[in-house]
């Protein structure tokens, strides 16, 4: 398995545009992670999914953010629109059943100008 | 609410010495922990876990944490420090996988 996959890993996007960040999990986890990750405010819980149900929203800051996860393979998260203030580096991380470690992505750096 | 708590912004320590990163958690129920590095421009990667059994645990790279149900702590240790273990150490309570702030260990030769 090719581990958690992000895409794109930078985007440079003006104030006001919608950005919409994607990640694959492993195959065959059925949590997934989304994480916000700013000097100031370090690594933030945003939302959690299991098998593709959302279990907890209340990390996401406004309703400007939504995520989704379609199916076990694919989940996206969405800003509309995006403010200066969402750069950071967005992180999706998946975690199987038995509670084995979480397996982070390679993050997707945000930069909104 | 599961949380961690990491009081220490910042740990220095000389390479060869022992070295300690400090988390203490609050959890109803029986806690699940984790302790994970961050090296610049990375993602997390996982050092090491505790669900259940021995209070020690052992992980990567020479790391181990020690449980410590009374004190609520899950401390990250290494007998020796090593300059590449200079990196952001986070720890984290399941299953929701939520984080501490992050503890930035600067070993120096």
């Known amino acids: 398995d090719a581990g958690v996959i992000q895409s794109p890993r930078h985007e440079v996007t003006e104030m006001g545009q919608e950005v919409t960040l994607r990640c694959k999990p492993i195959?065959?986890?059925?949590?997934l992670f989304w994480y916000r990750q700013t000097m100031m405010r370090g690594l933030e819980l945003l939302i959690y999914?299991?098998?593709?149900?959302?279990?907890?929203d209340s990390g996401m800051p406004e309703d400007r953010f939504s995520a989704k996860m379609p199916n076990a393979s694919f989940s996206t998260l969405k800003i509309q629109p995006s403010e200066p203030r969402d750069s950071a580096v967005y992180f999706c991380?998946?975690?199987?059943?038995?509670?084995?470690?979480?397996?982070f992505g390679q993050g997707t750096r945000l930069t909104v100008v | 609410a599961q949380s961690v708590a990491q009081p220490e912004d910042q740990v220095n320590v000389a390479e060869g010495n022992p070295l300690t990163v400090k988390c203490t958690y609050s959890?109803?129920?029986?806690?699940?922990l984790f302790w994970y590095v961050q090296y610049p421009n990375r993602g997390l990667q996982f050092l090491l876990k505790y669900i259940t059994g021995d209070n020690l645990v052992k992980g990567s790279y020479g790391f181990e944490a020690e449980f410590n149900k009374s004190q609520t702590s899950f401390h990250l240790k290494k007998p020796s420090a090593l300059v590449s273990d200079s990196a952001l150490y986070f720890c984290?309570?399941?299953?929701?996988?939520?984080f501490g702030a992050g503890t930035r260990l600067t070993v120096k030769p």
């Open positions: 195959s065959g986890h059925d949590y």
């Open positions: 991380a998946s975690l199987g059943v038995g509670l084995t470690e979480a397996f």
């Open positions: 999914f299991n098998n593709n149900v959302p279990i907890d």
């Open positions: 984290a309570v399941g299953p929701d996988m939520r």
């Open positions: 959890v109803s129920g029986n806690p699940y």
